[in-house]
Nanobody
């Protein structure tokens, strides 16, 4: 199994980024798929997930600003992030929900500058 996150970068406060997670060896549609993030000095947290039926759920910290979606044909999960804040600076990862510890990828760094 390989999960490859991409799309991170440096963005100004209030800007937007779109993240992608391509999966191989795993069929996302069979699981709940989620986006997690880990900020420096903090534990990794789940910020958004999408069920196999397409329902979406968000942490309070990103609700209304982030949108998770998936493309089953491409076996890819996306995270559209708008109105980015300094607190969103972190490494972002995708994984199943609950996460499979052995599936963590390298993540993609998101840095929001003020």
């Amino acid at each position: 199994v390989q999960l490859v996150e991409s799309g991170g970068g440096l963005v100004q406060f209030g800007g937007s980024l779109s993240l992608s997670c391509a999966g191989s060896g795993i069929i996302f549609s069979r699981y709940f798929a989620g986006w997690y993030r880990q900020a420096p000095g903090k534990e990794r947290e789940l910020v958004a997930h999408i069920t196999s039926g397409g329902a979406t759920h968000y942490s309070d910290s990103v609700k209304g600003r982030f949108t998770i979606s998936s493309d089953n044909a491409k076996n890819t999960v996306y995270l559209q992030m708008n109105s980015l804040q300094s607190e969103d600076t972190a490494v972002y990862y995708c994984n199943a929900v609950p996460a499979f510890p052995q599936f963590w990828g390298q993540g993609t760094q998101v840095t929001v500058s003020s």
